[in-house]
């Protein structure tokens, strides 16, 4: 049976989107740091905040502070914005670092706020490609880094890991994961680099590695994070045992969670909304009460559910599919899953459709093929 309100699980989302400087391959809404024009937008959030009480009714289990750059909101700020909020006992608070703010006087006064997660932003261990992402840290800079926040009792880390950069090789590749995986971390997200027509890095879309290297990367990732005890449970994320993102889990599971902040998104009540990727048309829909943002009218909650389900590597519960949508999803979708569990592109498990761990790597053509 599916849930009831009061015990479904619910996040918060918060975008900050300041920068000090912009990555090249950067495609999140954000804009440069100005001291006036992010004191404003702190105070907006407040405002949102405030604006949403009725809509916190039941404890919060995860925030999550992105960007942007999200560390750069001082401790009164970030303690400013979580006081009052309804956070259950064990409410997972991650904040998205840049790596070189973590210095000692800055993880002492982070110590003050609930901040118990943190993701950094360390991409690659190898400086050639830190360079051309337009990092401004360098690898050596990492290591004394975790063991500092580890000194100070940060035990839930996450790093991020970019793969397919122009002219990477698969042992640049190998060295990066060595690197990474020989770090006291719990947990590592990794992405494809995708460059965008219109983004500074544009020239090199015909240097990106060829479909057959991607692939041939992917799965050299999954295997070796698998050989260093980072257990792989969705296409793009490895975690230690119990420190999966439980912020992201919300996602993928389908449960709602609310979304703070220009660029940011929201579910709740069966109605998937944004606000906009402007700082104005964001104060408009707040300086209006509308806390729910705009309703995206695309969005199919069905739909979203079947692609999120497929994207863990637990599958899609086609028994909470069921709880929720009255509708079997193998006589709706009969067809569609005969054609691709006969290409062995998915299986079923049980009460769990999933897709098959070498068709991962082009999961959404698959999950497109299906819906």
Request: hydrophobic share 35%.
């Amino acid at each position: 049976m599916e849930q009831s309100f009061q015990t479904r699980a619910l996040g918060l989302y918060l975008h900050i989107p300041f920068c000090l400087s912009r990555c090249p391959y950067c495609n999140f809404f954000s804009q440069p740091f100005n001291k006036q024009a992010f004191r404003h937008y702190y105070e907006l959030i407040l405002r949102q905040k405030e604006l949403s009480r009725e809509l916190l009714s039941r404890p919060l289990k995860s925030v999550y502070f992105g960007g942007g750059t999200p560390s750069l909101l001082s401790t009164e700020q970030t303690n400013g914005i979580l006081e009052g909020l309804p956070l259950s006992d064990d409410c997972e608070i991650t904040l998205e670092i840049n790596p070189l703010m973590i210095t000692e006087s800055y993880v002492q006064e982070l110590k003050t706020t609930p901040i118990n997660r943190l993701s950094l932003g360390v991409q690659s261990f190898q400086d050639k490609e830190l360079i051309y992402l337009g990092r401004k840290h360098r690898a050596a800079d990492i290591p004394p880094r975790i063991e500092l926040l580890n000194k100070h009792g940060y035990s839930n880390l996450s790093l991020d890991l970019i793969y397919g950069i122009p002219s990477s090789t698969i042992d640049d590749l190998d060295y990066s994961l060595r690197s990474l995986t020989a770090l006291p971390i719990q947990h590592i997200s990794t992405y494809l680099l995708e460059i965008e027509p219109h983004s500074p890095l544009a020239k090199d879309i015909p240097l990106i590695p060829e479909d057959s290297i991607l692939e041939e990367m992917y799965h050299q990732i999954r295997q070796k994070l698998n050989d260093f005890g980072f257990a792989q449970y969705e296409i793009s994320n490895f975690a230690k045992t119990g420190k999966k993102s439980r912020h992201n889990l919300l996602y993928w599971h389908g449960e709602e969670y609310l979304g703070f902040g220009a660029s940011s998104w929201g579910y709740f009540g069966g109605r998937r909304y944004y606000f906009p990727a402007d700082m104005a048309a964001y104060e408009s829909l707040i300086s209006r009460g509308e806390v729910l943002g705009i309703e995206d009218e695309e969005a199919c909650e069905r739909t979203d559910f079947i692609m999120m389900g497929l994207r863990l590597l637990e599958g899609l519960d086609l028994g909470e599919y069921q709880a929720r949508f009255a509708e079997d999803l193998l006589v709706s979708k009969a067809k569609e899953i005969k054609r691709l569990t006969e290409q062995a592109l998915i299986f079923l498990d049980g009460k769990r459709l999933k897709i098959q761990p070498h068709a991962l790597f082009v999961s959404n053509a698959v999950i497109s093929e299906l819906i």
